[in-house]
Antibody, heavy 119, light 107 residues
């Protein structure tokens, strides 16, 4: 059974940093691209970042470029999102998601982890 | 960036109704479109990919159509489990973008 377990969400002050993690199991992690998608309270979905299966290509939304860093460890089946210079508008539930093979759609999602940025 | 516009934003319907949700792209995305269903407090669930391909385990009452810039998600006979919010997503190019969502409510 495919499982994605998000963790690391917390309450942080503006300008602070946080690292999110996603532990994957139940599938061959190294053959799938992985993504982060976020959802601000009461709002719609916003794609944040994608990393290819080997980690050699990375994409970011303009809203997080230069502040967030996505990474993966295929030996540990983990996906991370390092978030620096956090802003109030980064407050959201963050989901890790598996990209469907040969597609950029997201076929499995974690349960989400809440990041709150506030003074 | 490709903008995705969904309509309506809210839809009131009854069990058994045929429901159609529209998604328009600001430029052609071929058939690189996905649909997701999200229930309150839950992660989104992939329903359709490549516009009209049904994800495994998704009931056949869901279907997708369209091309280029205009797409529709149709639920042929609305069931109680279908009351949720639906999102389209283009994955023709980065940045990937979602529509604003359509909430399907009980009439």
């Amino acid at each position: 059974e495919v499982q994605l377990l998000d963790s690391g969400g917390d309450f942080v002050q503006p300008g602070g940093s946080l690292r999110l993690s996603c532990a994957a199991s139940g599938f061959t992690f190294s053959v799938h691209a992985m993504s982060w998608v976020r959802q601000a309270p009461g709002k719609g979905l916003e794609w944040v970042s994608t990393i290819t299966n080997s980690g050699d290509t990375i994409y970011y939304a303009d809203s997080v470029k230069g502040r967030f860093t996505i990474s993966r460890d295929n030996s540990k089946n983990t996906l991370d999102l390092q978030m620096n210079s956090l802003r109030a508008e980064d407050t959201a539930v963050y989901y890790c998601a598996r990209d469907r093979r040969y597609s950029r759609s997201h076929d499995y999602w974690g349960q989400g982890t809440l990041v709150t940025v506030s003074s | 960036d490709i903008q995705m516009t969904q309509s309506p934003s809210t839809l009131s319907a009854s069990v058994g109704d045929r429901v159609t949700i529209t998604c328009r792209a600001s430029q052609s995305i071929s058939t690189w479109l996905a649909w997701y269903q999200q229930k309150p407090g839950k992660a989104p669930k992939l329903l359709m990919y490549k516009m009209s391909s049904l994800e495994s385990g998704v009931p056949s009452r869901f279907s997708g159509s369209g091309s280029g810039t205009e797409f529709t998600l149709t639920i042929s006979s609305l069931q109680p489990d279908d009351f949720a919010t639906y999102y389209c997503q283009q994955y023709n190019s980065h940045p990937l973008t979602f529509g604003g969502g359509t909430k399907v409510e009980i009439k």
